[in-house]
């Protein structure tokens, strides 16, 4: 057994009993808990079977190794499914789920290279897709059924033993199903990451209560929502993104009801939640149990994690809960961690500054010309950060260079349609692809390199575009993308596109058009060559909710 999953089996075996801890699933309509204990078992079975299925199955035994795909939403059938695989010695791949706007011919297109990437014999088929069996039949992917394989009454036998270099996740990329690509994560990467997880953040499988809307097909929701929650044997209170999409209050309703201690979310769900505790009344929601409420997975705003804790103060949410964050799949997931308890915390810089010499200056929050960041925090317990400049050369503290991280945790590499390819130099760092500086020991995101315009000489970061776009009245929170344009020539320039509900009204186009334009020249000193105003849901974004930047050239076209 890895150390991964002994801590799984050990958890399990704690959580034997009436006063259970364990899953509880089902929510909002009909709520059911099963203990670790129960989990473990039906995964057992559930393993036994993948393992050795019958003369009449016509799908191919799981073996040591073997790559398995799960295309599945509810967790009552993924969380077993997940053990199981485990417990058959092979890894689990979480494929990226269809949404209603989806062309299934594309989707089962690229279903089908992703499974051919990882080599994956199989996939386990679960609720709300299983419309989706006779496409999946269609492109020649074989496939069980959760539900018919969660009631299998298969004695259980034991694991199978794995190691710690045995892949136990092929968490794919955010957009890789344009050009697949897969982080090969190791058991031995999820035990470092797990406990370097729970040290950063205090966790107790006594004491805390976690509760997550995240997809399991994300890392933050596979790991941190799961995988962690699972190796400790901390009760865990899970919905679907649907759910929560749905009826964004049903997340701090469960925080009450549940007394939960413990959530994670990316920035947008904030900024939404934030809007529905300003609509609420005083008595509608019970934050005052919240501890540790984790902002990541995207770039953090200040002023929505503000405006979060201003609207959930009258439901007794205290400040010092919010942990802003830097992670990423290649690092299993947790890189940095804002110290717990401490809140938020703002390094407030000369933005002309940071755009032209690099360098953050730190000036009063007042002053014309301010940006404020989020400070992301010290590495977590056996990681590194280091910020350098184009040749390598480490950088001192406040000087904008690449983010390189390394760590036990950091992924041995990927898996690629063209073969396995490295992620680390010879010294074993890993470029995270973003632009960043250190102070005072903590890691600061000002965005990612690729993504950065270049306007006379001047850096402008995409994030600080989009944040003054959402502050005209009519464009969608958290919907605005500046699109990079004729990059890399001498006139490089810049597009916006925001989603607002008043597309088509050619008088409130206008209004926005002229508005966005006069916020963003406000902000970063340049006009975009154009605002384009699109519909909701238009904007191109990656099956984990972040903006696809470079695809929204589709929409200028």
Known sequence: ???????????????????????????????????????????????????????????????????????????????????????????????????????????????????????????????????FAPVLAEQGIRFRDLDELSRTETAPSEEVPTGEDALALLQLTSGSSAEPK????????????????????????????????????????????????????????????ADFLARPSLWPELIGRYGGTVTAAPNFAYAITARGLERAGQREFDLSTLRFALNGAEPVDPGTVERFLAAGAGFGLRPECVVCAFGMAEATLAVTFAPAHSGLSVDTVDAEELRTSRRSVPVEPAEEGARGF????????????????????????????RVLIRGAAVTPGYLTVHGPVSATDGNGWLDTGDEGYLVDGQLVVCGRRKEVIVLGGRNVYPADIERAACTVEGVRAGNAAAVRRDADTRREHFAVIVESRSVGDETEERRLRKEVAAKVFGEVGARPSTVLVVAPGSLPKTPSGKLRRGAGAELLA
Do not use: Y
């Open 374 to 401: 989020a400070m992301l925090g010290p590495p977590l317990p056996g990681m590194e950060v280091l910020v350098v400049d184009e040749s390598g050369a480490p950088l001192p503290e406040r000087s904008v260079g």
């Open 182 to 241: 897969a982080v090969r994560i190791t058991h031995g990467n999820l035990h470092h990451n797990t406990r370097a997880i729970t040290a950063a953040a205090r966790l107790s499988p006594e004491h805390d209560v976690a509760v997550s809307w995240l997809p399991l097909f994300h890392d933050m929701g596979m790991v941190g929502c799961l995988a962690v929650p699972m190796a400790l044997g901390m009760r865990l209170v899970k919905v679907t993104p």
């Open 1 to 131: 057994m890895s150390r991964f999953t002994k801590m799984v089996a050990a958890a399990a075996a704690a959580d034997h009993g009436p006063a259970t801890r364990g899953l509880v699933t089902g929510e909002p309509h009909a709520p059911r808990c099963r203990s670790w204990w129960q989990v473990r078992e039906c995964a057992l079975r559930m393993s036994t079977t993948l393992r050795f299925p019958g003369e009449s199955e016509e799908v191919p035994p799981v073996r040591r190794g073997d790559a398995v795909a799960v295309l599945a939403a509810r967790p009552d059938s993924v969380v077993p499914a997940v053990q199981a695989v485990w417990l058959a010695g092979a890894s689990v791949t979480m494929l990226h789920q269809p949404t209603p706007r989806t062309d299934l011919e594309v989707w089962a297109t690229d279903t089908l290279r992703v499974t051919r990437m990882i080599g994956a014999d199989l996939v386990l088929l679960g609720e709300p897709f299983h419309e």
